[in-house]
């Protein structure tokens, strides 16, 4: 599946439970939306995926990918230790720069 470097770089990263690399996907102002929150700029999406991490195990394997360079939905199987795993799951991104801008997390 061919996807933006920094979506490929993103789902390493969440795989790697690694929450520094996965915020340094985002730009300086990024916004992330999920579970009806929102996340405001890399230390607060940083705090927030590592919670996640620790809590819930996630794991992400594409299975979908449309966009353009700017913008685009990365469809995802998701797995952890969490309700109903696995699901399927819509990352609704927007890119600038090489970096997300915002994603909204949809089921």
């Known amino acids: 599946m061919n996807v933006p470097k920094v979506i490929a ?3 390493k990263a969440q795989n790697n439970q690694d929450s520094i690399a996965y915020a340094n996907c985002f730009s300086e102002t990024a916004l ?7 996340h405001h700029g890399k230390k ?17 394997k594409p299975i979908g990918y449309t966009g353009t360079a700017t913008s685009g ?3 995802a199987e998701i797995s952890g230790s969490f309700p109903g795993s696995p ?12 970096l997300i ?3 909204k997390i949809k089921g």
């Open 9 to 11: 770089e993103l789902v």
């Open 32 to 38: 992330v939306y999920d579970e009806g929150k929102n």
């Open 44 to 60: 607060e999406i940083q705090e927030w995926i590592a919670q996640a991490n620790q809590t819930f195990k996630t794991v992400m």
């Open 73 to 75: 939905v990365l469809s």
């Open 87 to 98: 699901l399927v799951l819509n990352y609704h991104l927007e890119l600038k720069d090489g």
């Open 101 to 103: 801008e915002s994603l």
